[in-house]
């Protein structure tokens, strides 16, 4: 009989005794217990598996061995050795506040609780409570505890545009994670799990014996499914479909291990067989974007500078690195690394397809209140089919469309043409490097079409014709000169009167 799909299945029970499939990552889960410390830190974009992660550590420390048949695990476990476990989620909380976070702190002890004839002090603090808790499950099964924290951060991400709610929301998370490391004796194993990475002194000062396995080579994979694992477990699902075309869709997410498919995506194109932004519309952060209206960050560049990893690790309520905040929630992932003497720079750029283009059409939208569906159809024909007036009428209707109060300065204009370019689904290169200098845009359809193209923002109307000039002298079209096709643009765009003032082209093969 064919195995299900698990679409949106997160506990590991269901999957097994279900006939779901259930990608095996078990020897990840086996080193982590085995090999390392006992706490543990794990950021991943949302809807990425870390629910199931966290799902099958609980049945494991709980020894549901049936559960673990036939996985690597299996044959390896000490399955008498039975732990209480004290899960955490909240994944489906809604905390509008901190009487909201209060209730559900105080829910998960008393339901906890409940097992080990533990009631809950009205007179004391959750704080308290808590610590009472652990005790008394300690002294009833005369055992360390597993302690497993799922989506620690939703309560303030739901919160962080409201700056005081979420500071209030952060202390009381604060003292609660505060209060665990006062309990160490108790605790054999604990993994928290979420999106974002708070930085240890404002959220885990109390925790400072966190080890964040997020960027950890050993760990990579342990979310997500690589080429291998859906090829081997979905072969089934695979027949007559294009592998290289969803590669191209869905593949890219790298955490320093293997290129990784969001399983989440891939699920329900396997199910559709039909290429749509699944996870995107799902996983989109509203917050992100509002951030980027607001403030004039050089987006065309975030997805082509090296960072180090304390850079990406930069986030909280005070200091908000927007680099970190698209890394984290997976709108930039790294796609090459670089050893510096002894420091690793880590190269951003779009995961894949899906994000590229889902991504840049909100860009497009948040920028000029428009979608532009048109514009990009019609943008992505003329691409196609060689029309070069055709692309400069899109790219000058859409400039025109654009409030004269949001064109402020270059940033805002090469933000906008970038995003509707980007928006048409073809592979765009920003920041393109030859061996003399960087092209500022190419687009590339398969191995027969190269556009290059150069932007001037220009003080005067005399300086037009600086873009195709520098574009002839540095030579960029010889390194796509193995392309059936090569075309050179230039877009000069005039700084006040906030318009193109000059758009040329030459074929050049």
């Known amino acids: 009989m064919k195995k299900l799909l698990p679409i949106g299945i997160s506990d590991l029970k269901k999957l097994r005794e279900e006939n779901f499939i259930y990608v095996d990552k078990s020897q990840y889960i086996y080193k982590l217990i085995t090999e390392g410390g006992g706490y543990y830190f794990l950021s991943r974009p949302r809807r990425f598996g870390k629910s199931l992660l966290i799902s099958t550590l609980e049945y494991l420390f709980k020894g549901e061995k049936e559960l673990f048949k ?58 308290r409570n808590l610590r009472l808790l652990i005790e008394k499950i300690y002294e009833v099964s005369k055992k360390q ?34 209060t665990l490391k006062g309990l160490d004796k108790y605790i054999k194993f604990m993994l928290i799990t979420g999106v974002s990475k708070f930085s240890k002194v404002s959220l885990f000062s109390g925790l400072n014996q966190l080890e964040d396995i997020s960027l950890n080579r050993e760990y990579g994979n342990i979310c997500g499914y690589t080429q291998q694992e859906l090829e081997s477990y979905f072969k089934d699902y695979l027949k007559d479909l294009d592998k290289e075309e969803i590669k191209e869709w869905y593949n ?51 997805n082509k500078l090296y960072y180090t990893s304390d850079i990406l690790d930069k986030f909280d309520l005070e200091y908000i690195s927007i680099e970190a905040l698209m890394f984290q929630t997976g709108y930039l992932t790294i796609k090459e690394v670089k050893q510096i003497q002894l420091e690793e720079m880590y190269l951003l750029d779009y995961p894949n397809k899906e994000v590229r283009q889902s991504f840049n059409r909100d860009l497009v939208f948040y920028i000029t209140k428009s979608y532009h569906t048109d514009r990009i159809y019609n943008l992505k024909i003329a ?9 400069k009428e899109q790219i000058e209707i859409f400039i025109n469309s654009i409030s004269y109060n949001i064109l402020k300065n ?21 920041e393109d490097n030859t061996s003399k200098r960087r092209i500022d845009l190419t687009i590339l359809l398969n191995k ?62």
């Open 70 to 127: 036939n996985l690597y695990i299996y044959d390896k476990w000490k399955w008498e050795e039975i732990y209480p476990v004290i899960r955490i989620d909240f994944g489906d909380t809604q905390v509008k506040n901190e009487r909201d976070l209060q209730k559900e702190l105080k829910a998960i002890i008393i339901e906890t609780g409940k097992v080990y004839s533990y009631k809950y002090n009205e007179e004391y603090t959750i704080n």
């Open 145 to 178: 505890m597993i302690i497993l924290i799922d989506e620690y951060d939703k309560p303030i991400l739901d919160n962080i545009e409201k700056k005081k709610e979420g500071e209030k929301i952060r202390e009381i998370l604060k003292g609660f994670y505060t």
């Open 252 to 302: 890219g997410y790298s955490f320093l291990g293997d290129r990784l498919y969001n399983p989440f995506d891939i699920l329900l194109y396997l199910k559709n067989k039909v290429f749509k932004n699944y996870w995107y519309e799902t996983g989109k952060t509203e917050f992100l974007f509002k951030l980027l209206k607001t403030k004039n960050y050089e987006l065309p560049y975030l």
């Open 383 to 391: 691409i196609i089919n060689e029309e070069i007036e055709k692309i």
């Open 410 to 430: 270059e940033y805002v204009y090469q933000a906008a043409i970038y995003g509707l370019i980007y928006s048409t689904g073809f592979n765009v290169i920003i």
């Open 448 to 509: 027969s079409i190269a556009y290059i193209i150069e932007f001037k923002v220009l003080e005067d109307e005399k300086e037009k014709g600086k873009a195709i000039k520098q574009i002839l002298e540095k030579e960029y079209y010889k390194k796509y000169l193995n392309y059936d096709k090569v075309y050179i643009i230039e877009i000069e765009l005039d700084k006040t009167k906030k318009q193109i003032i000059n758009f040329e082209y030459q074929k050049i093969k």
